[in-house]
């Protein structure tokens, strides 16, 4: 690659945040030329990030860091040596070049748009573009991404992986000369995926230089040109596609390369425990083990679970009424649910984005109560409970960690809500970050971890409190090569001492690792998934 | 018929000065009722009378202390202690002014909690006005929703690890005060790489806006607009000039 020919260009002597004494990056020149996929490869807590966001515009030198070296963007070069008197990057301007999805997606949202189509057409309403041609592109960008029938709805109605869908739209509109796009199919189905990759090569085809991070070896990474691997910081490795390293090098630098990763390419699986077997018919899926409980009720039994969002939904129902009939309201997500889940078993529920799994998910600790069927945890129906109370039995992880992260240090969001002597707390709450592989994180402020060990960390606050049923919520989005290895062997742990887990991805290949059998959430009911 | 978000904010406002400049408490009185009719037609009669007691509950009560205990132009006093005295001027006086600051306060409620954000963004855009004021005033408007949401995102994961909330307000105070520091941080999280993005999507951008959102605005209404305005100007013009030497009102 030459200088003269990319469009934006990064040599970075060394970067280091204002509050860390270290640089995050040493030593790395990248150049992205035009019409061009870049696969940008790293594992969780390598660099990635920072450097997407120091490309895109979002870490300003200066403001959130000092950086020696050089930017170039559309021929503008901005000398940077890490003083008072290094170049002020305009933000707005930078954005007139480079777009950047993070790997936050909501963090693109401006929230206070009240449809999809409005959020859409923010950043074209800031250039002042006409009405007309705003409409144009809202339809077209939408179009491309799946986003159409959500036009004229709330972007906070929206699923994990429409919300993406949306971010990679708002920033897509703006037609930027070079897109960067952070873990770009987390969360996304597989039909979203694939459509991400057309769209993708179709914005090279009109000049655009494209750069994916990932720390995930999937076909978004596939369809790059040239890839290049950050490790500590630093480029150790690049080249063609053709030239990517094989399975091995690229699962001992952390990436994961044997699952979906959001539905999307494949590669065999790596770290199958022990006792996983392949079931009679040839698929997978790990066999289902003994009887651990001998416990008389299913862990879990769902009847008839019906649930509709808006004006008949609510938060809570304190009355439950079993097998009421009447019309399908609008908006009904769940439409007859039944589902039971024994001591020790494993399942994986997959579906469409939109298709309503968290819903699902939520239903199993009371969040959300059912409009009509019933949900029976060790046998006793929940209707009414609070979701304290059922929390003793029933551990959740977040779909967004965030949601799910509230404490100042990793080792106060552990103990939070476990009983006991502070040293049986303390003792309970180290092991668990032990466990997920964060003990040397345990006073550091969640927020500040990166992506993959936030996940984790969420996972270990499920995991300290020992319930007897763990649902997680696309638990392997963000996790890197290292992270996946832990949640894996956590998952296998619970369920080989009893615990029921229900799984919700859009990673094929996890399912088929972890669970004992896949359902599909599919038009508000669980059907078989095809072998 | 819907109100464009202007003829709405117009009829608040000149309502707000109308009865400030009368001075009447009937005046005052039928204002409030009628905005608050208005409120329960709209379906936030519950949100307006919950907001309007914040407000005005802890203002009339400061006001009955002060003047219905401390009136110096008193003179008929009903109970005393010490140099406190309960007069019926002074209670009167209280009584005005309550009425006063009710009447300037509901209708502005009922409008802050009957309006459409994305209506008034559209249509100030409409009219020129800076996106970052347009910006500003929308998510001031839609800042107690938002903070209601990362609170409930907050208890949710709280409850599911165990947080047990009942309905007694014990319990949900106690609650609260576990939610509050984490709702404040993630707040301050979320408003720092919300301005990042903000900026990246042009918001500072010296362009003038325009709207996707399109907001009708007929005619009717819009002289409706100004002769409530109109009216609004003559009333306060004919209290300024009561006020002068002269005047009888």
Not at chain 1, 194 to 221: K, N, P, Y
Not at chain 1, 278 to 294: E, F, N, V, Y
Not at chain 2, 124 to 134: D, H, K, N, Q, T
């Amino acid at each position: 690659m030459t200088e003269e020919s990319s469009v934006l260009r990064a040599c970075v002597e060394h970067f280091t945040f204002h509050d860390e004494a270290g640089p995050v990056l040493t030593g790395l020149e990248l150049a992205l030329r035009r019409g061009t996929i870049t696969a940008l490869l790293g594992a969780s807590g390598s660099g990635k990030t920072t450097l997407g966001r120091l490309l895109g515009g979002w870490s300003r030198p200066g403001n959130s860091g000092l950086l020696s070296g050089v930017l170039e963007v559309a021929g503008q070069i901005l000398h940077f040596e890490g003083t008072d008197d290094d170049p002020a990057i305009n933000a707005a301007e930078w954005a007139r070049h480079v777009g950047y999805v993070p790997q936050d997606s909501t963090t693109v949202l401006s929230m206070v748009r009240a449809t999809v189509g409005e959020e859409l057409a923010f950043g074209l309403e800031n250039r002042g573009v006409s009405p007309a041609a705003m409409r144009e592109s809202v339809q077209h960008v939408a179009g491309r991404l799946g986003l159409t029938h959500l036009l004229e709805h709330s972007p906070t109605t929206l699923s994990g992986g429409e919300l993406r869908k949306l971010a990679i739209g708002c920033v897509v509109i703006m037609n930027p000369e070079v897109l960067i796009l952070d873990e770009p199919a987390a969360s996304l189905d597989a039909e979203a995926a694939a459509g991400l990759v057309t769209l993708m090569r179709d914005l090279a085809g009109r000049g655009t230089a494209v750069l994916v991070l990932s720390q995930c070896v999937d076909a978004l990474v596939r369809a790059a040109g040239h890839w290049f691997l950050l490790q500590e910081g630093s480029l150790s490795a690049g080249g063609i596609m053709a030239e990517l390293p094989d399975f091995t090098a690229l699962a001992a630098a952390g990436l994961v390369v044997s699952a979906g990763c959001g539905g999307v390419g494949s590669t065999p699986a790596t770290d199958l425990p022990v006792d996983a077997q392949l079931m009679p018919d040839g698929s997978a899926h790990r066999a289902l083990p003994p009887d651990l409980g001998g416990s008389k009720f299913p862990a879990a039994q769902l009847t008839d679970v019906q649930f509709a969002f808006g004006p008949v939904a609510r938060q809570r129902r304190p009355l439950r009424r079993r097998n009421a009939q009447r019309a399908v309201p609008p908006n009904t997500v769940l439409r007859g649910v039944n589902l039971s889940l024994q001591a020790g078993e494993v399942i994986a529920i997959t579906g469409p984005n939109g298709a309503g799994k968290s819903t699902l998910l939520r239903h199993f600790n009371g969040l959300l109560q059912p409009d009509s069927g019933s949900v029976l945890i060790e046998g006793k129906d929940i209707a009414g409970q609070a979701t304290g109370t059922v929390a003793a039995a029933v551990g959740l992880l977040f779909q967004q960690p965030r949601d799910q992260l509230f404490e100042r240090t990793a080792q106060r969001e552990v103990a939070f809500g476990l009983s006991g002597s502070a040293g049986t707390i303390a003792a309970a709450a180290t092991h668990a970050l032990d466990v997920v592989g964060l003990s040397g994180a345990s006073s550091r402020h969640p927020a500040e971890l990166p992506a993959s060990q936030q996940r984790l960390l969420a996972l270990a606050t499920v995991l300290a409190r020992r319930p007897a049923i763990l649902l997680l919520d696309e638990p392997t989005v963000a996790l890197d090569g290292h992270g996946r290895r832990f949640l894996v062997r956590a998952i296998h742990v619970a369920a080989a001492a009893g615990a029921a887990v229900v799984l919700v991805t859009h990673d094929v290949d996890f399912a088929a690792e972890a669970a004992h059998k896949t359902l599909v959430l599919s038009d508000g009911i669980l059907v078989p998934a095809e072998p | 018929m819907k109100l464009h978000p202007l003829t709405s904010l117009a009829i608040a406002g000149s309502a707000a000065v109308v009865t400030t400049a009368a001075a009447s408490v009937p005046l005052s009185l039928a204002v409030m009722a009628t905005a608050a009719a208005l409120s329960f037609m709209s379906g936030r009669g519950a949100q307006v009378l919950a907001a309007s007691a914040m407000i005005l509950v802890p203002l009339c009560l400061a006001l009955f202390m002060v003047h219905g205990l401390f009136f110096p132009e008193g003179t008929t006093v009903i109970a005393q202690w010490g140099p406190a005295r309960v007069t019926i001027e002074g209670l009167t006086f209280a009584a005005e002014r309550a009425s006063r600051i009710g009447a300037a306060v509901v209708p502005l409620l009922v409008f802050s909690c009957t309006v459409s954000v994305p209506d008034l963004v559209a249509a100030l855009s409409a009219r020129g006005v800076s996106g970052r004021v347009a910006f500003v005033l929308a998510a001031t408007l839609a800042l107690v929703p938002a903070i209601g949401q990362q609170q409930l995102r907050i208890r949710q994961a709280q409850e599911a690890r165990g947080l047990v909330i009942r309905r007694h307000l014990p319990s949900r105070i106690a609650a609260f005060r576990l939610q509050a520091l984490p709702l404040v941080l993630s707040l301050v999280e979320e408003a720092s790489g919300r301005a990042q993005a903000l900026e990246a999507r042009g918001f500072v951008s010296a362009a003038r806006p325009t709207s996707y959102r399109q907001v009708q605005d007929p005619l009717p209404q819009r002289i409706l607009r100004w002769l409530v305005l109109l009216c609004a100007a003559v009333v306060v013009g004919l209290r300024l000039s009561s006020s002068l030497p002269g005047g009888n009102w």
